[in-house]
């Protein structure tokens, strides 16, 4: 990877499926004022292009219809538009429309001034995304200028195996793009409290599993679920860690923050030389 990478994390509340032109020109303008700060890397949460699902009758077709983009669509085209003119790299989230009709997969992009670099598909889905979502069937670090970037959608950094994965193709930059949930107003999903605390602790001991840097954004604020899931509320505690477990920036619950830090490649090594995991490993 580079010596030396500025970062930015953009904890925010993207707004629901309706509001995909706000959610891309706040996007824009996030790119072009943290490029401007010399942040090379500006990564926002699960979703932040389309919003998710409204569930409730009819809801999968309205989805496909109205809130699900192309990988060559206008729409990832005017973020690699702003990443080029802000001279640096994005991570977006959105409903992707696959190839096949009626397919909808939970991705999320990197996009740098030369265009479009990769694309990872969420692999694990909780809950009700598995009504709506198409789960991936394979696990890829992307090449970039700034190294070797992997990406995990929300519920996949809950899985170790997912990482080991990113590991063994030379991950050095992992980056959360989330959008976990505190609760809603029909169940939400997991207990509170205690996914509060793991989550905080997850960048953490991800970046000193994996001997990387962790990139954590995840989405704050609520959201209409639909009528059948009612409104649900996002948990915040973006995080960037350091691959010796130092804690580089952290935002808090429930508000919108920019969190911003500079990755230096001598953590890195200094992770890497004084503990041997990826190659002290034996399975």
Not at 44 to 65: A, D, K, L, N, V
């Amino acid at each position: 990877m580079k010596a030396n990478t500025a970062v930015s994390v953009v904890q925010h509340a993207p707004g629901d499926m309706g509001q995909m032109e706000a959610n891309l020109v706040y996007i824009e303008q996030r790119l072009e004022e943290e490029g401007q700060r010399g942040s090379e890397l500006v990564v926002f949460p699960e979703m932040g292009i389309t919003s998710f699902f409204r569930h409730e009758p009819g809801g999968y077709e309205r989805y496909w219809r109205e809130a699900t983009i192309e990988l060559d669509g206008p729409e990832l085209g005017r973020v690699a538009d702003a990443a080029r003119a802000a001279n640096t790299h994005a991570v977006v989230g959105f409903a992707e429309r696959a190839d096949t009709t009626g397919v909808i997969y939970n991705s999320a992009a990197l996009i740098g001034p030369d265009g479009l670099l990769g694309v990872t598909r969420k692999v694990h889905l909780p809950g009700l995304e598995k009504l709506y979502y198409t789960p991936a069937d394979s696990i890829e670090v992307i090449d970039s200028p700034l190294g070797r970037i992997g990406i995990a959608i929300c519920y996949d950094v809950m899985f170790p195996e997912y990482f080991r994965a990113l590991s063994d193709q030379g991950a050095e930059i992992i980056v959360f793009c989330s959008s976990t949930w505190r609760g809603g107003a029909k169940g939400g999903v997991g207990i509170e409290h205690v996914k509060r605390d793991y989550w905080a602790a997850l960048p953490m001991v991800t970046a000193i599993q994996n001997q990387a840097f962790v990139v954590g954004c995840n989405a704050c604020g609520s959201l209409d679920m639909g009528s059948q899931a009612g409104v649900w509320e996002r948990l915040g505690l973006s995080q960037i860690v350091a691959p010796t477990g130092q804690i580089l920036a952290t935002a808090g619950e429930r508000d919108s923050e920019i969190l911003r830090a500079e990755l230096d490649r001598e953590d890195l090594i200094a992770a890497r030389t004084s503990y041997r995991f990826l190659t002290d490993r034996l399975l």
